[in-house]
C-alpha cells in the first residue's frame, strides 16, 4: 500500500481488518496525489460538487466565515482524515477546508469511491464509521464551546487530539507534534488567543501540560482527564488513553 494511504487503513482497521483485497480497492478510488500550500483553501464554501481528498500529511482546518469576516473553525484534520466527503453529496460544498500546513492528499471521485465501496461492501461500512465518528466528535466539540468552561475546554481538545493521532500513529504515549496556533484554538473553541495564552499558561505553571514550539506534552495526564471529564467512549477506540508508547 501507497504511504500516502496507511493512515486512513490503519484508522480505517480500527473498526474492521482489511483485507488485501479491500486495501487494494482502497488505493484504486485514491490515485492523485496532490499538494497544497498552507493558507489556500482545498474546498470552499458554496464550490459545486468535485473531488474529495484523502489527507496524507500535515494538516488542515475545517470553517465557515461569518459575513463580518469573524471565522469559527468547525475542526481540525490531520493524516488519514476524509477532506470534503460531504461535498461530494452534497451539490455545493457547505464549508471550507484550509491547509494549516502544507499538505499532501489524494483525490477522489464520486464515482471512484461509489465504484469501490460496490467492489468492497466492507470497505464502505469502515467509512461510514469514519464518517459517524467525525459527526459525533462535531457533536462533542458543540458540548464544549456550550457548556465547558476555557481550562476543561482547551483539556478536552488536546487529550481529543491526542486519541485521533494515536490511531494513526502520530502520537507517543504522551506528546505529539501539533502546528495549531493560539489564534487556531481561540476560533476553534470560541475563546480569545489572549485567553487561550492565560489558560496554557496556568496549565504549564501547574505541572499539567506544555505547549510551546509546536509541541503538546501532557505532564499530569490523569489529571487532564479529570479536569476535562474525558471519557473517549465518542471515539470508538478500543486502546485505551495513554496506554504506553508507540
Request: hydrophobic share 45%.
Amino acid at each position: 500500500m501507497p504511504i500516502e494511504l496507511r493512515p486512513l487503513a490503519r484508522k480505517l482497521g480500527a473498526f474492521a481488518v482489511l483485507s488485501d483485497d479491500e486495501l487494494a480497492v482502497l488505493e484504486a478510488v485514491s490515485r492523485r496525489l496532490r499538494v497544497f500550500p498552507p493558507g489556500q483553501d482545498v474546498i470552499h464554501q458554496g464550490q459545486e460538487r468535485r473531488s474529495a481528498y484523502v489527507l496524507a500529511s500535515g494538516w488542515t482546518s475545517s470553517y465557515k466565515l461569518l459575513p463580518d469576516g469573524r471565522r469559527q473553525i468547525v475542526d481540525f484534520q490531520i493524516p488519514g482524515d476524509f477532506l470534503g466527503l460531504r461535498s461530494l453529496l452534497f451539490r455545493t460544498s457547505d464549508h471550507n477546508i484550509m491547509p494549516v500546513t502544507r499538505i499532501e492528499a489524494s483525490e477522489v471521485s464520486i464515482q471512484d469511491l461509489v465504484g469501490g465501496f460496490n467492489r468492497a461492501p466492507r470497505l464502505a461500512a469502515a467509512v461510514l464509521w469514519a464518517a459517524s465518528r467525525d459527526e459525533a466528535m462535531v457533536v462533542e466539540h458543540l458540548v464544549g464551546v456550550g457548556r465547558r468552561g476555557p481550562r476543561e475546554r482547551l483539556a478536552h481538545f488536546f487529550l481529543e487530539l491526542h486519541a485521533r493521532l494515536r490511531l494513526v500513529g502520530f502520537a507517543t504515549a504522551t506528546s505529539f507534534d501539533c502546528p495549531l496556533s493560539q489564534y487556531h484554538l481561540a476560533d476553534a473553541l470560541g475563546l480569545t488567543a489572549i485567553h487561550v495564552n492565560r489558560v496554557l499558561r496556568g496549565f504549564r505553571e501547574a505541572d499539567l501540560m506544555r505547549f510551546q514550539k509546536g509541541k503538546a506534552e501532557f505532564l499530569d495526564p490523569a489529571e487532564l482527564v479529570r479536569l476535562a471529564d474525558f471519557d473517549m467512549a465518542y471515539l470508538d477506540q478500543e486502546e485505551p488513553l495513554l496506554s504506553g508508547a508507540l
